[in-house]
């Protein structure tokens, strides 16, 4: 019988579909040393991971590598996760890196990870809480330790920047497990020291080194303080909690200081570009009053200044004869008024119109005696009334009824019979 012989891609494919399919291989842990590190300019890490005894090939994609917050060397020890699988075209099998920490420190990342998520939670990362460095600060304090390359750059840049700055040092602890509490005291102490701006931080280390500045002790004193606090610990590389939670980051001391001050030549230059600038606006301006100064006096109110009293005085003039002629025809009208009333009658022949109404007084007393019943009643007659009513007709009498007769000297009762 005829051996059925592979091809060596078969083989590999084959390999490569096995550990596909093998769930203890999809999300491997792994601890090991980093040798033969090389980063692609494409942004792909290539190493092999190696402990005492075995090695294996490892792979990370760009896509992952933006994740790790450090520098990956030869040397360094590490914690990977990822998956295992072979490479088809060489037959090598290597492990798919996801993620990578620096051996020794999970729990330190961990635990920065968790407090960075607490504090940004609670607004202590906003920019809105950001205070603005000033520009030319007179006084700066420094936090860190009064020994060490950190204090040593921080002054020789600020006394070659900007030497006329006043530098006040708060020495404190920046490792170890007291650190964070001295450094939060001191952070608190500045306040003091009238200072314009405030630099915390210390030179590089590993994070161990560094953590005393991941402490939220130290994060909330950097956010509750008054002055602006420029943070300043580690390398470029290097972020903190108080990175995030500062004013300012610096990526180094040596930056903090270069950040805190101006450069003098600079401070002088601007000093004369105001000055140009100033000569320049205040000529401008002193052009500006001269012309309208000079537009001014060439006006003819200020050339002939009687002009414009004689054209005020004219019209005052116009204005009082105006004045003079509507009191003299109110005066006209009243007095041909007055002369009207003057001419009636009643005032020439007074006892003429008083006549009048006399003979016409006379004439309605002689109507109203002819009108009066009494006289009728002294002619013979007499008024017949029952019950107070006038008695005019026959026919409003019937037997029996009671009437009275007013005669001319008195009043008599009487029935009807």
Known sequence: M?????????????????????????????????????????????????????RINAIMFASNTTKVKFTPQDGMKVLVTGKINVYEASGAYQIYVNTMQEDGIGNLYIAFEQLKKKLKAEGLFDESHKQK?????????????????????ILSTIKRRFPLAEVLLLPALVQGEAASLDIASQIKNAEKYDL?????????????????????VVA???????????????????????????????????????????????????????TIRSKKAMLTKLNYQKQQLSQVLSRPVLKQPLRLY??????????????????????DRKQHQFDLICQAPVFKTPMEVLEKPKRNYLILLEKLELLNPLLTIKRGYSVIKKEEKVITSVHQLKKKDEIELELQDGKLNAQII
């Open 196 to 216: 314009d701006v405030l630099i915390v931080g210390r030179g590089g280390g590993s994070i161990e080194d560094l953590w005393a500045f991941n402490e939220e």
């Open 220 to 274: 909330r004193a950097i956010y509750d303080c008054p002055i602006p606090v420029i943070s300043a610990v580690g390398h470029e590389i290097d972020y903190t909690i108080a990175d995030f939670v500062a004013d300012l980051r610096a990526p180094t001391p040596t930056g903090a200081a270069e950040l805190a001050v101006p450069n003098r030549q600079d401070v002088l230059n601007y000093i004369a570009q105001l």
């Open 310 to 331: 004689e054209a005020k005085e004219q019209k005052f003039d116009l204005l009082y004869e105006k004045l003079l002629k509507a009191m003299q025809n109110k005066i």
């Open 133 to 153: 460095i000033p520009r030319i600060p007179k006084r700066i304090g420094v936090i860190t330790a009064p020994t060490g390359a950190a204090i040593r750059d």
């Open 2 to 54: 005829k051996e059925e012989y592979l091809t060596v891609s078969q083989l590999n494919r084959y390999i490569k579909y096995r550990l596909d399919n093998d769930e203890n291989l999809q999300e491997v842990y792994l601890r090991g040393e980093i040798s033969n590190f090389k980063a692609h300019t494409r942004g792909h890490f290539y190493f092999t991971l190696k402990d005492e005894n075995s």
